[in-house]
């Protein structure tokens, strides 16, 4: 199948940096890509659409100053946390759909566990 | 909107017992329905899927669900578990023909004693 490629898989920043999140479709285009952010034990949560060469749809909610969302190919995606404080500690994954007959199954990247101190 | 209840978030039994998980949705349009697994330490994996046709689906690793539309539900099934099955599973939803957003539930964590 597809594969998504997350980078980096964790990382740890202080607060009040900024951290980039990385996902790229490695052996097909995605015009669309989907970011979203995990609690423990709790479900995905939708953050915003990634689209190639326009702006991002963010879900109510979600901060799009505070998440920039950036989709500058058809094969990646870049989440940059701004300014990250400690309740932006999350599991952040990002996914994406295959064009054509199968564009309705996602693939996900492994995800980014992010630990701001 | 479109939510998705997964109830039993915790669920552990025995190596050859009988699996059910169970999942409902809200949304009265068309929808595709999955049904995803996360391993240990693993990216989520598309377990099996429905569009339409036979609302019994078969995917891999011996699980199926099934797809009853005037239950909102589209439960997941394995005869007999085996220890490797020990995941987290959500199940998904998302609107037909529309742009792809996929609604999770909140997901069962499976723990398979051998």
């Known amino acids: 199948g597809a594969v998504v490629s997350q980078h980096p898989s964790w990382v740890i920043c202080k607060s009040g940096t900024s951290v980039k999140i990385e996902c790229r479709s490695l052996?097909?285009?995605?015009?669309?890509m989907f970011w979203y952010r995990q609690f423990p034990k709790q479900s995905l949560m939708l953050m915003a659409t990634?689209?190639?060469?326009?702006?991002?749809?963010?879900e109510q909610g979600v901060e799009k100053d505070k998440f920039l969302i950036n989709h500058a190919s058809l094969t990646l995606s870049t989440l940059t946390v701004t300014s990250a404080h400690p309740e932006d500690s999350s599991f952040y994954i990002c996914?994406?759909?295959?064009?054509?007959?199968?564009?309705?199954?996602?693939?996900f990247g492994a995800g980014t566990r992010l630990s701001v101190l | 909107a479109q939510s998705v209840s997964q109830h039993n978030h915790h669920v552990i039994l025995s190596e050859a017992a009988s699996l059910e998980l169970g999942c409902n949705y809200s949304?009265?349009?068309?929808?595709?329905l999955f049904w995803y697994v996360q391993y240990p330490g693993q990216h989520l994996q598309l377990l099996l899927k429905?569009?339409?046709?036979?609302?019994l689906v078969k995917g891999i690793k011996g699980f199926e669900a099934e797809f009853i539309k005037s239950k909102f539900s589209f439960n997941l099934r394995k005869p007999s578990v085996q220890w490797s099955d020990t995941a987290e599973y959500f199940c998904?939803?998302?609107?037909?023909?529309?742009?792809?957003?996929?609604?999770f539930g909140k997901g069962n964590q499976v723990v398979v004693i051998p």
């Open positions: 998904a939803v998302t609107q037909r023909g529309g742009n792809n957003r996929l609604a």
């Open positions: 996914s994406a759909p295959e064009q054509g007959a199968a564009k309705n199954i996602q693939y």
């Open positions: 990634s689209n190639e060469g326009s702006k991002a749809t963010y």
């Open positions: 052996d097909f285009q995605a015009t669309t």
């Open positions: 429905y569009f339409s046709g036979d609302p």
């Open positions: 949304y009265g349009g068309t929808v595709n």
